[in-house]
């Protein structure tokens, strides 16, 4: 079954441009697109695709609004924001609402791809300025320090390069190992920090 992606831009070129860069990528549908948050909000619990792309700022509902609604009536279909600027504020709502990474419109052609693959399979894509302002959202957690040192040296790097915003196929070529090792090495990260996301994972590196 390929994974389905549906697409929310106001943007009518944008939003065919994408579908047909979607469209290219092996075993990846571009499922339906919408023009309005409302629109989305309307299909999409129906449709039930597998990964969301969604604009920041779309006309009446914005898209932060619509990806905490979908979330609600859909937790687990996965959302990328798509924005124009690094707006830490906007994007930092964003991840609350429930997205799971955001993409700068102006990298798409070049990191859609590694950007749809980290979401599915448990990544935030995120640059590290807006990890660090997530580490305010995780004050919950508690000393980290402890659990830290269980990591390798190996997992320690990682967990490094995740905080720095690096995809998934991005450390695999920096450190010369394969996506799948790359993973592996994640997901025992995960069970040492005892958490489940990546951005639980940041936040705890990143905490004082």
Known sequence: ???????????????????????QFMGV?????FGSAEEALEQLPRQKPNLVLMDINLPKMSGIECVSLLKQRCPEVQVLMLTVYEK????????????????????????????????LTGGSPMSSHIARRVVQYFHHL?????????LSGRERE???LLANGELYKEIADKLGISITTVRSHIQHIYEK?????????VAKFLKP
């Open 88 to 119: 830490p504020d906007a994007v930092f709502q964003a991840l609350r609402a429930g997205a799971s990474g955001y993409l700068v419109k102006r990298s798409v052609s070049k990191n859609l791809a590694a950007a749809i693959q980290d979401v």
């Open 158 to 160: 990682i967990l490094e």
């Open 29 to 33: 549908k571009c499922l339906s697109s």
């Open 1 to 23: 079954m390929p994974c389905t992606v549906s697409i929310v831009e106001d943007d009518p070129v944008v939003r065919e441009s994408l579908c047909g860069l979607v469209q």
């Open 193 to 201: 920090l005892h958490v489940h996301t990546r951005t639980e994972a």
């Open 142 to 150: 508690g000393p980290a320090s402890d659990d830290l040192l269980k």
